[in-house]
């Protein structure tokens, strides 16, 4: 019990008085996973609009390998690009292997199939009500994407949200990518992975404060987002 | 004047699911008037109206516009029963047909301005179209419809949800618009709005064509007992 409360008040400590490595760490967590989040959006919002619009040939394929992409568990994902990168791997050449890069890939390998699958789901629902008035107006496919896009945005930044949430949690497979290598490619997950084996609650708790209070205010921005969307409003 | 008629539509026919919405229709219309499609709930006007307009699958037969059928494509319009609102604001809903023709923001903005003034939700402008009511909805998609000055204008029951001066006011618009060149085809459930509006009546049953005939003899001295019978506001079969 002491401990406990030794590591809670140390930690609480570390939060008010801005600690060095707990803001390095908590930085690059975040620059890590929106850099995944922007490029992760980028593929998936469109790639939903498109599922939505078009009955392509291989649309119910890209749908199922999405679905199963999912349930891809993390680790695997790490290990497959840990492969790809290793040196004797195909882009070995490119020496990306425990740098912040290769975080960000598996970080987006890993969220996009949601993403996708979020807005896939929205964007048909959408579409629906406007399939009609779109298909009479004469609009390109294109221009449907971008109606969609633009007139599902809410729907869509919360399926951005969601992605932020599992990949800023995610530990796996950026462990087995990053390295956890200090002052490189540590993160909230690995350090408190990594602090909490070595016994050192304190900054493990910190860092576990932090991941809490953004999952709190990821989850407050989507209820935000879908209070506003049922009212209607922007 | 329209290069776009006659329209000619032969053994016409969709289907859903095996069942027949409407078909097999033979139909001709010329480029002058205003034709209105009456007939019970069911009969198949909303289903007609979209095979003319080339947004419902067309199992058999032909609807054959004039000229080449992109062009027809870009000169037609459609109103829904059903008014479908871009979750944007009015005015957005009234630009958007503008600008994805390639109209710059400016422009039109400025035609949305002239419209929303034309279907009375000028202090609109700048709400979200969900916000509307189902009568200003009507006038919305009818604006939306009309800002591209289509030839070719297809309304189906676009009074439906509206007052009494509501209705009169678009009446009037329509009434312009016909003036001004544009071509209605409409549907409608209310007999008075019919004869004040057409010029040609096509009176469906069972998704055919029962009867057909200018609007003076088709309301004065309808041909078919069945057609007597709907304007008396007896139960058709
Ligand atoms: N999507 C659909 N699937 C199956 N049947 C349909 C569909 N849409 C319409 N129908 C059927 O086709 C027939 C014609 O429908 P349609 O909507 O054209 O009638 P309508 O004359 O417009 O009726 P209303 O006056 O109620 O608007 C009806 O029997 C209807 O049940
Ligand atoms: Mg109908």
Known sequence: ?234 | MSRMFPLIVEGAVTRRRGKVLVGPVDLRLEARGVTVVIGPNGAGKTSLLRMLHGIARLNEGRVQWACDEAEARERQAFVFQTPVMLRRSVRENLTYPLRISGVGRKAAEVAAEGMADKIGLSGALGRSALALSGGERQKLALGRALIREPEVLFLDEPCAALDGRAMREVEAILLAAAEGGTRLIMSTHNMGQARRLASEVVFLLGGRIHERGAAETFFDNPETPQARAFLRGDIVE
Request: glycine share 8%; hydrophobic share 55%; aromatic share 6%.
């Open chain 1, 1 to 234: 019990m002491g401990d406990l409360w030794d590591g809670l008040s140390q930690a609480f400590f570390l939060l008010v008085t801005l600690d060095g490595d707990l803001v390095e760490i908590t930085l690059r967590s975040l620059q890590v996973t929106l850099s995944a989040l922007v490029i992760a959006s980028v593929i998936a919002l469109p790639l939903g609009a498109l599922l939505a619009v078009r009955r392509f040939r291989l649309r119910r394929v890209t749908i199922a390998v999405l679905n199963a992409l999912m349930g891809l568990p993390p680790v695997v994902v790490g290990l497959i690009v840990y492969i790809l990168l290793s040196r004797s791997g195909p882009f070995g050449v490119m020496g990306l292997l425990f740098t912040p890069t290769a975080m960000i890939i598996a970080q987006v390998i890993i969220i996009v199939p949601l993403i996708a699958s979020i807005a896939h789901q929205a964007l048909r629902e959408l579409w629906t009500e406007y399939h009609d008035l779109l298909i009479s107006m004469n609009t390109t496919h294109v221009q449907r994407m971008k109606a969609l896009l633009w007139d599902g945005r809410r729907a869509l930044l919360t399926a951005s949200l969601a992605g932020f949430g599992r990949a800023i949690g995610e530990v796996g497979a950026i462990m087995i990518v990053g390295g956890n290598i200090d002052h490189a490619t540590r993160v909230l997950t690995t350090a408190i992975a990594l602090e909490t084996s070595k016994g050192d609650f304190a900054l493990a708790l910190a860092l576990g404060f932090i991941l809490i209070g953004l999952a709190i205010a990821v989850n407050f921005a989507i209820h935000w987002l879908t209070q506003t969307e049922r009212e209607g409003r922007w």
